[in-house]
């Protein structure tokens, strides 16, 4: 079965740097559209950052210029490195995959099949 597995969270003061990763097992990275979303507490769930299979990738507003997307097709790993932290981020982070569109970047959750566990951020001022 689908497995993706968060990690690289932690704590980190602001202007600072984390880089997530999402590590895939019974599934292609390479092949569908990938995401990362983010939910802080008492928010909906968002989305953050996404690659398609070509490699085209989306970004919020909020994080476009901060953030970047990225996949090790050998490591069969999805990757997020976060810089210039603001307290503003501090959120579960969450991987996700699907497995029905390669091309599709949209930040919609109804994209997406499969879903890791998340992972801490939390920034402080």
């Known amino acids: 079965q689908v497995q993706l597995v968060e990690s690289g969270g932690g704590s980190v003061q602001s202007g600072g740097s984390l880089r997530l990763s999402c590590a895939a097992s019974g599934y292609t990275v390479s092949r569908y559209s990938m995401a990362w979303f983010r939910q802080a507490p008492g928010k909906e769930r968002e989305g953050v950052a996404s690659?398609?299979?070509?490699?085209?990738?989306n970004y919020a507003d909020s994080v476009k210029g901060r953030f970047t997307i990225s996949q090790d097709n050998a490591k069969n790993t999805l990757y997020l490195q976060m810089n210039s932290l603001k307290p503003e981020d501090t959120a579960m982070y969450y991987c996700a995959a699907s497995d029905t569109y390669s091309y599709l970047t949209r930040l919609d959750r109804q994209l997406y099949n499969y879903w890791g566990q998340g992972t801490q951020v939390t920034v402080s001022s």
């Open positions: 690659i398609a299979s070509d490699g085209g990738t």
